[in-house]
């Protein structure tokens, strides 16, 4: 050897796990395509005569091509499985999920050709059930709320899947310092506004991952916005939130599909939450019906959590003499509800008697006048 000579390198073979990168690049361009036409959402603001000085917004995400908030997540989602080589071509994906992030899962498998199997209790309405199969997914139901996690880990181990994991993976599969997630966008379209840092986000709480990305976000950008996060009955995050105890279950799950979880999911973070509150089924329900009629199109139970508990706030900042804006998130259609939440039947049979939440929060709307059956602090 002379001296400036270097010893030939030995050619290597790509490894065997690099053999699916053609197609992840295929992929992955598919997603972001999928993200260009539509990574934005309306930022609706309705007016309300009783909330003076109080602009609200209400970013409706349920425009999104899947028809919800978990569109975003859903494609997170897949991303961080492929990126992280837990899909290939031939990935079974699989999910524990009430309905919305199992109908844009299975939109998104179908667009990338793979099966998809969805694990939910059997209470999920049938329309979602419905959307699932239409983009060709397979439902799987179990009895109880808290059968889901173990019954899709058995699946996705069974067929050689993938365990999406939506309550695990919802908090780091999405690029919370930006990237066009939802609060940048909530921020950027406010930047015009009368009150474009919001007083508060009000958002409540299924995986925690949207959650995640506001509170983190806001701090990331040095906001003097509020994370406002809104729990329901039969859930353990509010009661963690007040104790730090994170091992805290429910024997039963939330009526509300979505949201509301009967064990403390690993993507909740209260630690970038400013402030909770928790509220009735029956007043979320009341919220979604007002609402609805309102801005003239139906929307879901969880949006109705949403709004109400945005109207918590907006009654404390009007005691107090405060004008400002606070921003809520539409996370689906109504639609979808039609054999429950909009069904009379459907709440009686569940006990619920609605009216008086109703009735309270229209002269809450109209007057400012606060006259529901439970203070804005909520249930305690």
């Known amino acids: 050897m002379t001296l400036h000579s270097r010893p030939t390198a030995t050619p290597t073979l790509p490894r065997p ?3 699916n990168r053609a197609w ?3 992929a992955i361009a598919q997603l972001q395509g999928d993200a260009r036409r539509s990574a934005d959402t309306h930022l609706v603001k309705p007016v309300f005569p009783g909330l003076r000085g109080i602009d609200v917004y209400l970013k409706d995400e349920s ?7 978990k569109h975003r997540l859903a494609r997170s989602l897949v991303l961080y499985g492929i990126c992280n080589g837990f899909i290939g071509p031939q990935t079974t994906l699989v999910e524990a999920s009430s309905g919305s992030t199992a109908v844009s899962e299975a939109y998104f498998a179908r667009l990338l050709g793979l099966p ?12 979602k059930v419905a959307e699932i199969e239409r983009f060709g997914g397979r439902c799987h139901f179990v009895d109880r709320a808290c059968d889901v996690y173990g019954a899709a880990e058995a699946i996705a181990t069974q067929t050689g899947g993938h365990y999406l994991d939506q309550f695990t993976y919802a908090e780091r599969a999405t690029d919370w310092r930006g990237n066009n997630n939802i609060a940048e966008s909530i921020f950027t ?16 709480a299924g995986t925690g991952g949207t959650s995640a990305t506001l509170g983190r976000y806001i701090r990331y950008r040095n906001l003097c916005t509020q994370l406002c996060v809104v729990d329901v009955e039969n859930s353990a995050f509010y009661d963690c939130y007040q104790s730090g105890d994170r091992c805290i279950t429910k024997p039963t799950g939330s009526r509300i599909e979505g ?13 970038v939450v400013d402030h909770m509150i928790r509220l009735p089924d029956a007043a979320s329900i009341a919220a979604a019906r007002v609402l609805s009629d309102m801005i003239f199109r139906r929307v879901g139970a969880s949006t109705g959590t949403n709004f109400l508990g945005l109207c918590c706030i907006a009654a404390e900042m009007m005691q107090q003499g405060r004008a400002g804006s606070l921003v ?12 429950t939440y909009f069904d009379d039947d459907w709440l009686a049979a569940q006990g619920l008697d609605i009216a008086p939440h109703a009735d309270g929060l229209h002269r809450f709307l109209e007057t400012g006048e606060w006259r529901l059956p439970f ?3 909520g249930l305690t």
Not at 189 to 194: A, I
Not at 328 to 339: A, E, L, N, P
């Open 17 to 19: 796990d690099c053999a």
């Open 24 to 26: 992840a690049r295929a």
């Open 63 to 69: 425009t999104h091509p899947t028809g919800s908030l």
């Open 116 to 127: 998809f199997v969805a694990v939910m209790p059997r209470s999920t309405s049938r329309q």
């Open 189 to 204: 379209q406010m930047e015009q506004e009368l009150h474009p840092i919001p007083d508060w986000v009000v958002m409540s």
């Open 259 to 271: 949201i509301g979880r009967p064990r403390v999911e690993p993507s909740f973070l209260p630690s």
């Open 328 to 339: 809520t998130i539409i996370c689906d259609s109504g639609t979808r509800y039609s054999d």
């Open 375 to 377: 203070g804005p602090a």
